[in-house]
């Protein structure tokens, strides 16, 4: 699986692309990112407990919406239970990258408490007061303190970032698929940091008419981790698929729309033509039965009366049939 080094303007375009998947059905995705921060907020109410909970679990909820988006390119509909349903198949590993990412917090924030002293963890924690004399040294520790729990957070987050994608679509183990993420954003730095540049001016945008502009902003985020993982791992934008056929219907790609080819691809063909190709690749396509992606009869593995897009595939289907009876 080769990482792919993308042009700097689509740090910009993974998030264009991001809002056209939130566009298709808004209300659908403000029900599954309020049902998330509800799951969130009703955990928070364990005290420390909870929210180490949902630092475990949040890989687990993060692989099922990225399954739902893939599901709309698909032509499915995107659902709540999407959020729920990677418990079913890669709990495990995901749950491991969640581990991870707990342990690397809970590391940064010894050592932030370790560095900034007995003096500003008071502060912090008790609100206790400081002395005039002494708040410049507790504020000069406070300061580099935050820098350097900023400059190990990067680095985490980097490894966390497609991890879960690449354990739920390409069965990646969770350190490897760890170590992969943190390369692929380390080779897009660029696009990041426009990315990032992008997503803090649309924060503060969205903070100012009360908070309104995040139930847009949430979902567009989540969408666009989708689209820039399809950009740096699959090289192609977001293909929408009917339901029938599973032929293109549009590519979300606006940036790059000038450099798509437009010679004999983009010539119309006579209907009858279209019509009976149409339906002859519909009555050709098969649907893996563990992931419901549909691929070619000729390309799929065939188990029984099951179809497969690939081998592991067919032997997860299979484990998960044994532990089922």
Not at 213 to 241: N, Q, W
Not at 268 to 291: D, F, M
Request: aromatic letters at 10%.
């Amino acid at each position: 699986m080769e990482i792919h080094q993308v042009n700097a303007k689509q740090g910009l375009q993974w998030i264009m692309s991001g809002f056209y998947l939130f566009r298709k059905t808004p209300m659908v995705w403000v029900l599954v990112c309020f049902t998330l921060i509800l799951i969130a907020m009703s955990m928070a109410l364990l005290p420390l407990l909870g929210k180490f909970i949902f630092t475990l679990i949040s890989p687990v909820f993060l692989a099922g919406i990225m399954m739902g988006c893939k599901d709309m390119e698909q032509g499915k509909p995107l659902e709540i239970a999407h959020l729920f349903v990677a418990f079913k198949t890669n709990a495990a590993p995901l749950i491991t990258i969640g581990g991870i990412y707990l342990i690397g917090q809970i590391l940064i924030i010894g050592l932030v408490m370790l560095i900034g002293g007995s003096q500003m963890t008071d502060m912090l924690l008790y609100g206790k007061r400081v002395d005039e004399s002494e708040l410049m040294g507790v504020m000069s520790s406070m300061l580099t303190s935050s820098l350097i729990a900023l400059t190990l957070s990067i680095p985490l987050m980097m490894a966390s970032w497609f991890s879960p994608l690449l354990v739920v679509f390409h069965n990646v183990p969770p350190i490897v698929a760890m170590q992969r993420s943190f390369f692929a954003c380390l080779k897009n730095f660029i696009p990041f940091q426009v990315y990032g540049i992008t997503l803090i001016i649309l924060t503060i945008l969205s903070i100012m008419p009360y908070g309104a502009g995040l139930v847009i902003l949430i979902p567009t985020l989540f969408a666009s981790i989708y689209v820039s993982y399809k950009d740096i791992f699959l090289a192609e934008p977001l293909r929408f698929k009917n339901n029938l056929s599973g032929q293109d219907d549009r590519k979300a790609n606006w940036v790059n729309a000038s450099e798509e080819p437009s010679t004999k691809e983009n010539e119309i063909k006579p209907e009858s033509n279209t019509t009976e190709n149409k339906s002859k690749e519909s009555s050709n396509l098969v649907q893996c039965a563990h992931c419901n992606l549909s691929i070619p009869r000729n390309e799929a593995i065939q188990d029984k009366e099951h179809f497969f897009c690939s081998d592991e595939h067919r032997q997860q289907f299979q484990s998960r049939n044994k532990l089922e009876k």
